[in-house]
């Protein structure tokens, strides 16, 4: 019933750009945080971005200033633009909700590859 799919992954060249999309469904990505966590080969899952309900975003030291989390209330859809990425972004990226009422579950997406060739 709750779902978040993945959307945008793909090889791109260092230097390059990348937009994912996560379109949710059972939840509304209004009143939720949405986060952007990854998962890089052999490494453990970080957060990369988040976007709370609020409209305040947050981001990993090592994208600050590279990529976007945004959202789009209508569409039900949440956003991260990746620009000058580099080839230690290469993981998987998996879009993640939180409820700030604390009444329901986290919901992950199943996660979509991005790989960077140097």
């Known amino acids: 019933q709750v779902q978040l799919v993945e959307s945008g992954g793909g090889l791109v060249q260092a230097g390059g750009s990348l937009r994912l999309s996560c379109a949710a469904s059972?939840?509304?990505?209004?009143?939720?945080?949405m986060d952007w966590y990854r998962q890089p080969p052999g490494k453990q899952r970080e957060v990369v971005a988040v976007i709370t309900s609020g409209e305040s975003t947050n981001y990993a030291e090592s994208v600050k200033g590279r990529f976007t989390i945004s959202r789009d209330n209508a569409k039900n859809t949440v956003y991260l633009q990746m620009n000058s990425l580099k080839p230690e972004d290469t993981a998987v990226y998996y879009c993640h909700s939180r409820d700030p009422s604390m009444l329901f579950s986290d919901t992950w997406g199943q996660g979509t590859q991005v790989t960077v060739s140097s």
């Open positions: 059972g939840i509304m990505v209004s009143i939720n945080h």
